[in-house]
């Protein structure tokens, strides 16, 4: 069992109206790869994952997952902060530092049971919802938190407080999650939001 999480400053206005970001990438996939290759696969998908989100003004719990890492991966590589954990060692590291904040985490980062949906503003099409809708919690093997940006000051201040007091095995995710905070108050967009996307998949083996 494969095991894979991100934390990231995810700006959904941006990544939900990228679609010429994926449409050239693709493209550029296509010529690259054939029009099978996986990547083009992958961009297909995420652009088609765009399109019905944007339509629907909606996504579950396992959209958002991948709409959190089709920004990291492709819609603003790079552009971001982010932090990435991946296989055995990478979770082992963040079980452990999540287990060593004794008191409850900021539950709407990193959640624990259930489910919830919260709105977020995206401006897109004249005519439709100027909020999109979206799904945090656990479900399916996903796992998936959400502080939007009316909330991160309070990330930003539980983060702060808590690190002072926290063993050393939590103050490097205690950082990072008061760096992200910082960097979403800056950005100072409603759309801006700190997003935790992790989910378990079982491995493929190589042939």
């Known amino acids: 069992m494969g095991w894979r999480g991100l934390l990231r400053v995810v700006d959904f206005q941006e990544l939900l109206t990228a679609?010429?970001?994926?449409?050239?990438?693709?493209?550029k996939a296509q010529r690259s790869g054939g029009t099978k290759s996986p990547e083009a696969k992958a961009l297909r998908e995420g652009y088609q994952l765009l399109a019905k989100t944007l339509w629907t003004r909606r996504a579950s719990i396992?959209?958002?997952?991948?709409?959190?890492?089709?920004?990291?991966?492709?819609v603003s590589a790079?552009?971001?902060?982010?932090?990435?954990?991946?296989?055995?060692?990478?979770?082992?590291?963040?079980?452990?530092a999540e287990e060593a904040l004794q008191e409850d985490p900021f539950r709407e980062l990193l959640p624990k049971e259930s489910t919830e949906w919260?709105?977020?503003?995206?401006?897109?099409?004249?005519?439709?919802?100027?909020?999109?809708?979206?799904e945090r919690g656990v479900a399916g093997g996903y796992r998936v938190g959400i502080v939007?940006?009316?909330?991160v000051r309070a990330l930003y201040d539980w983060a702060s407080k808590m690190k002072f007091n926290a063993p050393?095995?939590?103050?490097?995710?205690?950082?990072?999650?008061?760096?992200?905070?910082?960097?979403?108050?800056?950005?100072?967009a409603p759309?801006?939001?700190?997003?935790?996307?992790a989910s378990s998949f079982e491995d493929v083996a190589a042939e």
């Open 62 to 74: 396992e959209r958002v997952h991948d709409l959190a890492w089709l920004d990291h991966s492709v």
């Open 78 to 96: 790079g552009a971001r902060l982010g932090r990435v954990w991946e296989g055995e060692a990478g979770l082992e590291s963040f079980v452990s």
């Open 191 to 197: 759309s801006v939001a700190i997003v935790f996307a």
């Open 118 to 134: 919260i709105e977020i503003p995206v401006q897109a099409f004249s005519g439709i919802s100027p909020i999109v809708k979206l």
């Open 168 to 188: 050393a095995s939590v103050t490097s995710l205690l950082g990072e999650i008061e760096a992200l905070s910082a960097a979403a108050r800056r950005a100072g």
């Open 148 to 151: 939007p940006e009316p909330r």
């Open 19 to 27: 679609q010429p970001v994926l449409a050239a990438a693709l493209d």
